[in-house]
């Protein structure tokens, strides 16, 4: 199964297209340090507009806001709702791309059963996911504390704003990290599954960008009792529950609370949801493709 694995690595990776979701994710996060290296302060004063009216902000603050850590989060509010188009493209292709080449059945008569391919094509996927969120990483991460050092984390909310101490935020960005790789994983699972009853890659990824867009549409809607029967349920719903781990909760004097997370219960509950998901998307899969009569 291990070199199974190294063979379908080696089927994403040398594909000239792989690398678009890479370079794509490069450009934007390198346009973005940019314009803020050399306009920050424009960037900051939008930011804070929206609360200006309800708190003073001095020179010295707003020159400490723009940090490292700041553009970072920043960046992930951009591009996290972007990657799931860059992760369909390969899911989507897993299993209707051999189809569509014609060497669906040829990989069949290897010596291993379809759950093991299936379980292998799904890994690859996934570890195709992970390398993403890892370029991610280094560049909007470790590349903006380059450009800008580090600093105490600001984060507006609609409630207020917290201030989260420097020493205090690279932990919760390792964690946010893993959490996107299972939102990423949920809708990879998802273009898995639509790619068994394809014979064209073209398909599972336009259906599995439009169930995203719908359902995350759906997500943003607020209706009293939709709110409580549909939406918690939604995958969509839970895609940015990230966020949550820069929520932190503060004492009776409004002193943030170092290492505290305001609602760890609901994002462990987004957590289990997102993995619900994947374990359904992938079994359907296997069991979709187990029944499936191969004719290319």
Request: aromatic share 14%.
């Amino acid at each position: 199964m291990w070199k199974l694995l190294k063979i379908e690595l080696f089927k994403i990776f040398r594909r000239p297209r792989t690398y678009i979701a890479f370079g794509a994710i490069a450009l934007v996060v390198l346009l973005f340090q940019i314009a803020l290296k050399f306009d920050g302060k424009s960037y900051v004063d939008l930011i804070l507009s929206n609360v200006k009216n309800f708190f003073e902000f001095s020179d010295d603050f707003k020159n400490r806001l723009l940090n490292g850590y700041f553009v970072c989060f920043a960046v992930l509010n951009i591009l996290l709702i972007q990657m799931p188009l860059l992760v369909a493209l390969i899911a989507g292709d897993s299993i209707a791309g051999e189809a569509n080449m014609g060497t669906l059945r040829l990989s069949l008569t290897k010596p291993i059963s379809r759950v093991q391919y299936m379980l292998v094509k799904f890994l690859a996927s996934f570890i195709y996911t992970v390398a993403l969120l890892i370029c991610l990483a280094i560049l909007g991460l470790f590349g903006s504390m380059l450009l800008f050092g580090t600093n105490d984390l600001v984060v507006l909310r609609s409630t207020g704003i917290d201030q989260i101490a420097s020493h205090d935020v690279f932990w919760r960005y390792i964690v946010a990290f893993i959490y996107a790789a299972m939102a990423l994983t949920t809708v990879a699972s998802l273009a898995f599954l639509l790619s068994v009853f394809a014979e064209n890659s073209i398909g599972p990824i336009i259906a599995t960008m439009s169930i995203v867009i719908v359902f995350t549409i759906l997500s943003e809607m607020n209706i009293p009792i939709y709110d409580k029967t549909i939406k918690p349920f939604l995958f969509t719903t839970h895609m940015v529950a990230w966020k949550g781990f820069f929520y932190v909760k503060a004492s009776d004097d409004g002193t943030t609370i170092n290492g505290s997370i305001e609602n760890l219960p609901a994002i462990l509950k987004s957590m289990a949801i997102l993995l619900i998901y994947i374990f359904l998307f992938v079994t359907a899969a296997i069991w979709a493709f187990r029944k499936k009569d191969i004719l290319s």
